[in-house]
């Protein structure tokens, strides 16, 4: 078992004072590919915002290769390497294709292998380098997705934090997404992906988590899940 | 002939001015969501410290227009630091920051009586003589306004497009939590926007005091116009100013030719507020149309 990149201690976080998240803990260990599944509004987004620096802790403790990342700002934690694809207000809608790229490479790390990392997008998300020098905004919404990995892609970073990336999609384009994600795990990239749906999970995912209510209900191997018909049932819709 | 080429003189000089003046306003609310009401005392700012440069330290003019916008640069700053680095975060800031920049503005405007004293002062950042145009004599300054106003939104719009600097700039101004999420410190861009913003102001200010008067209200009545501009352009739409400022002068221009000087700050209100009603996301501006 490879070594936990990224541990998140019994962390409690929301809004306003009110509670989303009620004391998760989970690990994601180098190279892998981990999947928290659960119902939409449970803490799914806000967890990947926590550990991204968007959302301050209550209480609990996150750590990147053993050193504490909570309470730095967000800036700074994307410069430790931890990259986050959102879900929603995905590009710069004003700008160009390749000027959103560009700002995914804002970091000076990034900036030493700039045009090399571009190529690498580019041959990974051919659609992009069709679509160059067009403004973000008239992309479609698979596109615009795309994109958004991209420029996740150019800053280079040591984990992925990837939200919901089939939410809104044809299921062509998921398709496509799905199949860029198993391409990055294929490449040895560690991946933090949420979803509302488990129906992705065996084939990408080395561990899944069940997210109910702001608390961790069930983890294990994706294998297993599918032995749960009544997770399924009950908090999936089967 | 002449009445046009005269209309067409004055307005370029007004446009170029305002839209030195308006472009500061307009990435400082785009980047920020900050209406910066100290926007005309860092006009007046400009404008004196130019004044005492020329006059009072005898370095030559283009020094005198650089010490003019680093001092604007430095009181941009100074919003920042001592003032909207505070506040940003807060759900309230738009209304905190409006307050606070309206109370700076006061201060600093006092200030300025203070060392300067009331009576209006000559701006000698200025060129004589001129040429003709027909029958219309066109000072030199006028074209040094235009030539300097038009050098600076070349090199802002390059530095927009094509720097990094420029890039993370309209990132923020786009979308803040995604400009986090590439790395971009927030804090600092928002520190870079009012110092430019601030410089811009007081270039703005030097270029107006020198064919009005020098006076610590002198920025009062562009920062209006500056206003009434972004909101015509939509507000934060940095191109969109820049012609509609062009536009407003020559607008101005004309209505002063035609109906007399007091009837053009009326009437472009007006055109806000038929902008307000019938494009609230002004003229330039988009309404926000996502696709799925």
Not at chain 2, 3 to 32: D, H
Not at chain 2, 183 to 195: N, R
Request: charged share 15%; net charge neutral; with cysteine.
């Amino acid at each position: 078992m490879a070594e936990a990149l990224l541990e998140l201690e019994n962390i409690v976080a929301g809004y306003h004072n009110q509670p989303v998240l009620k004391g998760v803990s989970l690990d994601v260990a180098e190279g892998s590919v981990v999947m928290v599944i659960g119902p939409n509004g449970h803490g799914k987004t806000t967890l990947l915002r926590c550990v991204s620096g968007l959302v301050s802790l209550s209480s609990g403790g996150i750590r990147l290769a053993g050193t504490r990342i909570d309470g730095k700002r967000a800036d700074r934690i994307v410069s430790d390497g931890v990259i986050h694809i959102p879900q929603s207000d995905l590009p710069f809608q004003d700008m160009s294709v390749i000027d959103n790229l560009m700002m995914g490479a804002y970091l000076t790390r990034a900036r030493a292998d700039i045009r090399r990392n571009i190529e690498e997008v580019f041959d990974l998300l051919p659609r992009l380098a069709e679509r160059r020098g067009q403004t973000a905004s008239t992309l479609s919404g698979g596109e615009r997705r795309m994109l958004a990995i991209g420029r996740g892609l150019m800053a280079g970073g040591r984990i992925l934090l990837v939200d919901e990336p089939s939410l809104g999609l044809a299921p062509i384009v998921i398709e496509q997404i799905y199949g860029i994600l198993t391409d990055l795990k294929a490449n040895g990239r560690t991946i933090l992906l949420v979803e509302e749906s488990a129906a992705r999970a065996t084939e990408i995912a080395d561990r899944v988590h069940l997210l109910d209510d702001g608390r961790m209900i069930w983890s294990g191997m994706p294998a297993d899940l599918l032995k749960r018909p009544e997770i399924l049932e009950t908090y999936l819709g089967g | 002939m002449d009445t046009a080429v005269q209309i067409v003189v004055s307005g370029l000089t007004l446009g170029a001015m305002y839209a030195v003046g308006t472009i500061g306003l307009s990435l400082v609310w785009g980047a920020l969501r900050m209406l910066n009401m100290a926007h005309g005392v860092l006009i007046a700012i400009g404008g004196y410290f130019s004044y005492q440069a020329i006059d009072g330290w005898g370095l030559p003019m283009p020094v005198a227009l650089l010490v003019a916008m680093l001092a604007g640069a430095a009181m941009g700053a100074l919003i920042y630091f001592c003032a909207a680095r505070f506040m940003f975060r807060n759900e309230a800031f738009e209304n905190n920051i409006f307050i606070v920049t309206f109370g700076l503005a006061i201060a600093l405007e006092n200030g300025i009586l203070k060392v300067f004293g009331g009576y209006p002062l000559a701006q000698p950042f200025s060129l004589d003589g001129g040429f003709r145009i027909g029958g219309v004599y066109v000072p030199w300054q006028n074209v040094l306004i235009v030539v300097v106003s038009v050098a600076v939104m070349v090199v802002m719009a390059q530095f927009l497009a094509k720097t990094r600097m420029g890039r993370a700039i309209r990132a923020t101004a786009q979308n803040r939590d995604a400009a986090l999420l590439m790395g971009v410190p927030i804090g600092a861009v928002f520190a870079q926007v009012l110092a430019i913003a601030g410089s811009l102001a007081a270039l703005s200010g030097v270029l107006l005091s020198s064919i009005t008067t020098l006076s610590p209200q002198v920025g009062f009545d562009p920062m209006l116009k500056a206003f009434i501009i972004c909101v015509i352009a939509g507000l934060g739409n940095v191109i969109g100013a820049l012609y509609a400022a062009f536009a407003m002068g020559l607008f101005e221009a004309a209505i002063q030719f035609f109906l007399g000087v007091r009837f053009a700050l009326p009437l472009m209100l007006l055109i806000v507020i038929a902008a307000l009603i019938w494009r609230p996301y002004g003229v330039f501006g988009k309404k926000q149309v996502t696709r799925l």
